[in-house]
């Protein structure tokens, strides 16, 4: 709460006082650079810029620029930012429940992940629980389905998972452990060496063309299917709430088209590109294999576990599950009876 008012105050002093900045601060959580998370905020900037004639203007700022990412929302709440581009897992230390709007294990797809979000509840849910944080909360992109991860021994059983040293941060950490993994979330610039000098046996990190930005294929044998801990992220964009409510309606509306434009287009751009990254780790003689079905059982009652501990430790966690278990059975209803194996 130190590096926040100060970094409020410095932020006060650059504006002269002022509190009508004409640029509004947009932190990203990650690199400007990085795949996906760093050019769809540029992308959704645009079209809000555009949208409002000028009257909303994002400055996106890199990792690290104003805020940490782990601190970002802090700064948006008391309008040291005035916006974060992040995910919530760097929330869930103040609110257990941003999980289940990062991810879900076992959980949704992006068509409907997004269903239940803007038509299932989800959004009320979401911005529910950040209201403490005196921030608006929403989803501007979604990622692909990730990879199982990388390991460096076969995982041909569940037991061979005991003992494994791996990189696994947040819930899915949490579900592995109960399997013997011994789960750490260490950065993501640290993975390489990690697993190169054996602190690591095994790591996740991202969906295949994000993967090949690390080198795994370098210092790893076997590439696993599927990311059953997230078939689907949001990039959460957080508002600060006094901003927000000081917009006009079309403002807001315009906002909210640009957010569901750059989950569309980012989405979409990226889905095409994941064939050529798993054929290159192929070429450089990685082993991409598929979880078996005792496995992912395995997994999968070790997740339900874990959920059920976190409802009982908090009844807004416990209320947002059971919202999207809900809304998941009454749209499988239907869905199941149209899926087609090509």
Not at 55 to 72: A, M, N, V
Not at 143 to 164: M, R, V
Not at 253 to 272: G, I, K, L, P, W
């Amino acid at each position: 709460m130190k590096k926040t008012l100060m970094l409020a105050s410095a932020i006060a002093l650059a504006m002269g006082g002022s509190v009508q900045a004409k640029k509004l601060t947009l932190q990203n959580a990650f690199p400007k650079t990085l795949l996906l998370v760093g050019p769809s905020a540029d992308y959704f900037s645009d079209i809000v810029r555009n949208g409002t004639n000028g009257e909303i203007d994002f400055q996106h700022l890199g990792q690290g620029e104003l805020s940490p990412p782990t601190e970002i929302v802090d700064n948006v709440g008391i309008g040291a930012i005035d916006a974060g581009w992040s995910y919530g897992a760097f929330t869930a230390a103040k609110v257990p429940v941003a999980n289940l709007f990062a991810s879900i294990s076992y959980g949704p797809d992006a068509p409907k992940y997004l269903a239940w979000i803007y038509h299932g509840g989800g959004l009320e849910l979401w911005r529910e629980a950040y209201e403490p944080l005196n921030v608006v909360p929403m989803p501007c992109a979604v990622t692909l389905a990730e990879s199982g991860g990388w390991y460096n021994k076969a995982i041909d059983k569940p037991e061979d998972f005991q003992g494994l040293k791996m990189r696994f941060s947040g819930i899915g950490g949490k579900i592995l452990a109960k399997l013997g993994v011994s789960a750490q979330a260490i950065p993501g610039s640290e993975i390489y060496t990690s697993m190169e000098t054996g602190r690591l046996d095994a790591s996740e990190f991202s969906f295949p063309e994000i993967d090949a930005l690390i080198g795994f294929e370098k210092i790893a044998k076997y590439y696993y299917f599927p990311g059953w801990h997230q078939r689907a992220g949001f990039v959460e964009l957080t508002i600060n709430k006094d901003l927000w409510d000081g917009w006009t309606d079309s403002q807001r509306q315009m906002n909210d088209v640009a957010c569901r434009a750059t989950t569309q287009e980012f989405y979409s751009r990226h889905s095409v590109k994941q064939a050529d990254a798993m054929k290159k780790f192929e070429a450089a003689g990685v082993e991409i294999r598929q979880f078996s079905n005792e496995t992912l059982g395995a997994i999968r009652n070790a997740a339900q576990e874990v959920y059920a501990e976190e409802s009982a430790a908090d009844p807004l966690f416990k209320k947002v599950l059971e919202s999207y278990r809900a809304f998941s059975e009454q749209y499988d209803y239907y869905q199941s009876r149209n899926n087609l194996s090509e």
